[in-house]
T-cell receptor, first 111, second 114 residues
């Protein structure tokens, strides 16, 4: 059974479009995260949600908006996509001791 | 603020060679320390962890010891295999429980040649 799943796996779109990436975890964890991994493999946290409440909001543009309908889901919506948004986006979840379980990633390419 | 510094890659080794990937950290308090591995085309997986000073994390032949005096958490393996080729990330968490935040190093790419 997949613990943390993301859809889609690949997303290719034009500049200016709006797109969403979905994430679901079946581990019963309270906290979910979104990370961005750039072309040099550098990972940076974007958002974290604990029990449907935002607890970390790093300095990302407000074109990015996380939405958590329940604690098993954390979706990422991106408005007005830009070239620099091209990256791999990872969802993760955790419970205790901050051991995080990652999804397979969504490769976003903005043309 | 808290940070993690890893040795720059890529690292290229022959099969059965000894591996060390250096990791040092800067943190206030008593962070937990982690090594994550990312195989090609996949997400990150926890490789090992240590939650307090002098703890040794180990998994799949990899080891790392939490050294508070040198603020280090170096990853070692005695004999690498081709299947160990991946990107390795050192990370720290500065809070206990699920409301913390992981801070990652920049990753070290390891290539193992047969």
């Amino acid at each position: 059974d997949t613990a943390v799943s993301q859809t889609p796996k690949y997303l290719v779109t034009q500049m200016g479009n709006d797109k969403s990436i979905k994430c679901e975890q079946n581990l019963g964890h309270d906290t979910m995260y979104w990370y961005k991994q750039d072309s040099k493999k550098f990972l940076k946290i974007m958002f974290s949600y604990n029990n449907k409440e935002l607890i970390i909001n790093e300095t990302v543009p407000n074109r990015f908006s996380p939405k958590s309908p329940d604690k098993a889901h954390l979706n990422l919506h991106i408005n007005s996509l830009e070239l620099g948004d091209s990256a791999v986006y990872f969802c993760a979840s955790s419970q205790v001791d901050n051991e995080q379980f990652f999804g397979p990633g969504t490769r976003l390419t903005v043309l | 603020g808290n940070s993690v510094t890893q040795m720059e890659g890529p690292v290229t080794l022959s099969e059965e060679a000894f591996l060390t990937i250096n990791c040092t950290y800067t943190a206030t308090g008593y962070p937990s320390l982690f090594w994550y591995v990312q195989y090609p085309g996949e997400g990150l997986q926890l490789l090992l962890k240590a939650t307090k000073a002098d703890d040794k994390g180990s998994n799949k032949g990899f080891e790392a010891t939490y050294r508070k005096e040198t603020t280090s958490f170096h990853l070692e393996k005695g004999s690498v295999q081709v299947s160990d080729s991946a990107v390795y990330f050192c990370a720290l968490s500065d809070q206990w429980g699920s409301q913390g935040n992981l801070i990652f190093g920049k990753g070290t790419k390891l290539s193992v040649k047969p």
